[in-house]
């Protein structure tokens, strides 16, 4: 069994860091897979902005989002960008959550990790 621990992952983006889109995306898509292929798992990881299209309707990040969820992490996805980009009704992986508790998430975590 895997183990999870108090660790926080937030992510603000639909790409791993700066610079060519094609390769943001498929770096998320490895560092996504990476993460669920662990044998540490965060305890939540925090999706907000673009990042949330990564839990949607036709998201290659879709499959290792929901390995992560049943393996106890939690998937948090902001509401309020949910609405802002037209996705609510998209949503695939984790719970629609408002910034208040993911702002409590990571105040309440041991780690808070921003690739």
Known sequence: MSQVNESVLVLNSSRFGQGNPRLGE?????????????????AAILLYNSAVVLACKESKMLEPLQ????????ILVNEESLIFYSLAANLEAGKPSSIEDMTKRMLAADVVIKP
Request: charged share 30%; with cysteine.
């Open 26 to 42: 498929s770096l998320m898509e490895d560092f996504l897979k990476t993460v669920a292929n662990s044998d540490s798992r965060p």
């Open 67 to 74: 390995a992560l969820a049943e393996g106890g992490c939690d």
